[in-house]
């Protein structure tokens, strides 16, 4: 059995999945690697024979290295949390810093739990917010069940629920309050829109990511 990966070797992984994805049939020279890491030509070599040894690399000598199933399974999660927490970051806090830096910092918090539990929250993305394909690698979703919260663009048809939480600022949440949607307003998918307390609205998909809601 081999070691835990460590965050720093996530970071290796993460980049060589990047690498991958451009160009699927090319092994990753260390100077490439080297230079997409900031690191020196030495230091990328002993991290690339350190992943070979525990499975996660096919090291080709002369050529460079590429992912085996194992690594490319890793790589795929690492990358995947880090597109949940862009995603977390944008729709669900409006964080307007640098958002890959810290989607990066916080995707090594992420367990299988959490993960999967950040995914359902966010209503499965599929993108990251600048587009970029989130990895489906191993993702389970889940029914959505009674007293569940979730984004109101998840909320299956039919299915009623409990506004709990809105993430808006400015316009939209100025327009919502003057429509008497807020914090405790039932709320219904009919697959063509959404009724708030009986009332049909037009939400965009952006909005009604931004609302949470707790099904009924």
Known sequence: MHEPIKEFEEMYLKTLYEFYTAEPDEPVRTNALSEAMGV???????????????GM?????YKGARLSTEGY???ARIKRREGLMEVFL???IGYT????????????ALNDDLEAAMDRLLGYPEYTPDGEVIPPVTRVIEPIAQSMLVPLRALPEGMDGRIELMVLEGADARTLEQLGIATGTRVRSTGEGYQFDGSRLEVSKQLASR???RTL
Do not use: Q, T, W, Y
Request: charged residues 25%; hydrophobic residues 50%; positive net charge.
């Open 97 to 108: 810093g640098d958002v890959k830096a810290a989607a990066c910092r916080l995707e090594h």
């Open 73 to 75: 399974e890793a790589a």
């Open 40 to 54: 020196s030509a030495a230091s990328a070599s002993e991290m690339v024979k350190r992943l070979a040894s525990k």
């Open 211 to 213: 609302i949470l809601v």
């Open 90 to 92: 944008v729709r669900m």
């Open 57 to 61: 690399l096919i090291h080709e000598p």
